[in-house]
């Protein structure tokens, strides 16, 4: 008859209870060293800034003046703003023609003579901070949200090296 003892070289009962600890101890590392969780999600604004200037690609604002005339329009002159400054009421004696007239007898240029300059050319920034260029700032860049909102963002100070 056979009888079921151990055979040497097997693990005792005391090596048995090193196991389960080392084992124990390696999962409670996996478990317990997992990625912390992201810390809480804080929008950069308590409400979502408003519109404060159009342009090219991003919608019109219905009642706005072209830039030119002291307003917040910096859409490119065409047509198609002609029809929605008209139905306002705006520039009823200008064409996209004249308009765009306006701007370049005060050196600001267009989207129809230049593009992909992100206000970063000889004639930025956008006139919107001071500039000579109205062409549309790239989405998603620092540029583009600041002339939408218009609000600009200051880094924070550095603190000094003392």
Known sequence: MR????RPGLVSKSGHRVLIGMASAILGLLIGCGPKPAPPYVPAYPSAPKQAHCFDGVPHIAGSKPWILGGTCCCT???ELMEKLH???ICTDL?????RALY???GIQLATDHSGCN???EYGP????GGKCMVPPRPGTRNYQEVVTGIVFVPASQPSGK
């Open 119 to 121: 206000n970063l050319c």
């Open 77 to 79: 002159p065409s047509d």
């Open 104 to 106: 370049h007898e005060q």
């Open 95 to 99: 064409d996209a023609e004249g308009l």
């Open 3 to 6: 009888t079921c003892s151990p």
């Open 126 to 129: 956008h006139v919107t901070r």
């Open 87 to 89: 139905a306002d009421g």
